[in-house]
Every structure is written in C-alpha cells, then in structure tokens.
C-alpha cells in the first residue's frame, strides 16, 4: 500500500521573511549539540548577524562558530526549513554541472566539505544517514535519444578530465544499474559513482544543534519568528552599518551583517537601502519549484540519484489558461529514494511571485513526466494520488546569470549578501559559508570569489 500526503510550506510575504545568524567557537563540538531547544538571550550585541536561517545561513554561522571566537545572532521571519531548503530533494552533485564554469569550483569545494563532514563523523563512531541523512549513491543522468547519448558521451569525458571518476552507460549497463527505468537502444548515462544525497531537515537540525553547543558560553543566539524591518548605522546616516532593526529589537553585528535570506533577499535589500541613498537593485527572486514524495514506496527501487538528460533545459508544459511565456514554466524528471525508503520524483520551476501554493496542473506533469521513465508508476491510480499525497513546494532564490552573489554590499561597510543559489544552495552552502567568513576574516579564499560578487550586478 502507498501512502502520499500533502505537505506546503506556509507563504512568505518579501516583506514578511527576515531572519538572523549568530557566531561560535569551533572547538567545542563538530559534531551536533546536545540541545534541541531554540536559544534566545536577552543581550543585543553580538560580533556577526545573519538574516535568515535557511542552509546558507545557518552553515555560515556554523562556519563562524567552528572557524573562530566571534558570537553570532541568526534571525528570521520564520524558521528553518520552512523555504526552499526543506522543500529541495537534496542533491550533493557534479553530474549537471560544466567544468570551467564560475559555480563549476565553488560547488566542488562544498561537495568536498560535505564529504569531509560525513567522513568525520563515521571517524567519530556516528551515523551520517541518520544526522544527515547522506547517501553516497551515485547519479545518474539519462539521455533517450540518440542525440542526447551524443551530448552525455561528452560530458563524460569533459568530467573525467576535470579529474571526477565517471563512465558512460550504454542501454544495457544502465539497466543493470536500474532495471526500474524504461530503457532502449537509444538510452544511455552518464554515471558518477561519488555523487551524493542528503536530507536537508535532518542535515539542517544537526547545524542547528551544533550551533546551539555555542549558546552557553554567550556566542550564538537564535531570533526566530522575528521580521527585518531596518538597518541600523552607525550615527544615523553613516556607510557603516552596525545592525539590524527587527519587530521586537535592535541586533548588532561588530563586526558584519549579511543578509542570507533566500529568495527574499531581493525583495529584503530594497527594503533596507530605502534610506542609504544608495541606488542598488539585487536581482535575486522566487523561482517556484514542486516536489512529489511517496511514502513508504514499494512498487521498485532506486539504486542512485537519478535525472533526465534535458535537466538543465527543463522540458516545456503548457496548458489552456497558462501564460506560459511570462510564467517560463517547465518540468523535468528527477528521482531519488530517501533514508526512509520514499520516492521523491520532480521537477518544476516557473515564476509566480512569493505563491507556494501546490499546482493540479504541474501536478500531474510531474507524475506523468515520472511515468515516462518509470513504467510501474502507471499501476498507481493519478486520481488516488492526487486525491492522498505529499507535495514539496518551495521558492528557489533566483539569479538571472545563474550564480549567486556572494560578497561585500559596495557602498556600506560590513553588509555582506549571501543569496540566489538557485535550486544549489544545499549543494553550495559549506564552500559558501566558508567564502563568507573568510571575507570578514580576512583569510585567504579557497575559491576565487570574484565571479560572485555583487558589485557590477545589480541595476
């Protein structure tokens, strides 16, 4: 028997969403906190504040604490999870990026801290898939046509020479490796056996717990359920900006500020320049994405990750009503299999504002798109499904250059922006965090962080 249930995250207004970070000494714990109550405390002044507490900013808080002595304030209009860090599938992967891009070292960095994290705790006597809930399995993307299987031989050989173990896979061999997937002879893939998942609710309460290991010695405190509404400066009218003005206080930063809030981010910084006198458009905004999940999934298995090979181009949908052309909405296969043994199948992107509401009509593309490749998803009844189901919708942070502004806000000292990594952020958050607090820190950077930075583009 399947059971699917439906699950939305609360709608978030731009003007409603801002949250908070905080900073922490590194030597205390790597591994997760003992407490699993949210801390407060009654101070207003800490070295580091963090608006918003999804991956991005609860990692570079984690980042902050692990990596030196500062404190660290994370506040949010929520809380964690409620955006598109606990609406994603959580993909640590290579096999849909190009080498040479800009994002190309940036998210190789963070797969390698992932992988050190993981590893670490193994070392340690822990679970990984039961903090995490990582999983080294695999990827596979998958072409159907001739043209395709042309296109992914390529990719094969552009990944193996920037030094990624990967293969391809004829019709056959990808059988062997998924015999759920409906294959002939012009299917094909590309593999990489060192691609990766996790389960970004359970990687995010290991943070968190982490963090919080912090709080008692005064260096890390959560302001949760707590909008932005203001910077403050430093006399009034100073470029330096020395905090954030929320509904309930004043929380100041020594040392830095940045604004990590997702697809918010854009909507939060015109906000918040409105009386800096400082012209600066962030052009980061919500990009919609949908997520089916069944549980307790039993009908066949899934050995890797799994996406189609038009992943990256996203296949187009259209329906009678739909203003396609405004809304770009498209829908493509993806597919993986959690800790827990549900199926997780995607995916959708289109733009419709600040709406998480969950689509019929995309709905049905996904489970469709699913069945094309997976044959026994047919026996399953679309009407019980849509009837009883679980639905992830969430709101990606898009950028229209397809990388995220990582960097110093030009005009006003100590604002750093930290935001549009798309439908990546999980997969970019560790390296992420680590650009950022190395800028504040003044170290030297792991990965060339001038392709992110904000000056140049923004209107």
Known sequence: MVSIFLQSPTCLTPQSYYPFSSRSSTRRTRHGASSSLRVTASRSSYDVVVVGGGIIGLTIARQFLTGSDLSVAVVDKAVPCSGATGA??????????????????????????????????????????????????????????????????????????????????????????????????DSGAAFLSDDSQLDAHRAVAYIEKGNREFAPEGRYAEFYHEPVTGLIR??????????????????????????????????????????????????????????????????????????????????????????????????????????????????????????????????RCIWERAAEFFPKLRDISLEDFIRNRKVRVGLRHYMPDGKPMIGSVPGLQNLYLAAGHEGGGLSMALATAEMVTDMVLGKPEQVDSSAFGVKGRCC
């Open 88 to 185: 994603g599938q959580g993909y640590i992967w290579m096999t849909h990026k190009k080498p040479g891009t800009d994002v190309w070292d940036l998210t190789l960095r963070s797969h390698e801290l992932w992988h050190k994290l993981a590893e670490s705790l193994n070392d340690d006597g822990l679970d990984p898939e039961e903090l995490l809930g990582w999983k080294k399995t695999g990827s596979l993307l998958i072409g159907r046509t001739s043209e395709e299987c042309v296109a992914l031989k390529q990719k094969v050989h552009e990944l193996s020479e920037a030094g990624l173990r990967t293969e391809y896979l004829s019709s056959d061999e990808l059988l062997l490796k998924e015999p759920a997937v409906l294959v002939d002879d």
């Open 234 to 363: 430093s006399d009034g009218r100073s470029t330096e900006v020395a905090g954030v003005q929320t509904s309930k206080r004043n929380l100041y930063g020594k040392k830095a500020t940045i604004v990590a809030a997702g697809c918010w981010s854009g909507a939060l910084m015109h906000e918040l320049l409105k009386d800096c006198n400082i012209s600066l458009d962030v052009p980061v905004k919500p990009r919609k994405g949908h997520l089916l999940v069944v549980e307790n999934f039993d009908s066949f298995h899934l050995n890797h990750g799994l996406m189609e090979a038009g992943y990256t181009n996203h296949q187009s949908a259209s329906a009678p009503g739909l203003d396609v052309e405004e809304r770009m909405l498209s829908i493509s296969m993806t597919a993986t299999m959690d800790t827990s043994g549900n199926l997780i199948l995607g995916s959708s992107r289109e733009f419709v504002g600040f709406d998480t509401e969950a689509d019929e009509f995309i709905i």
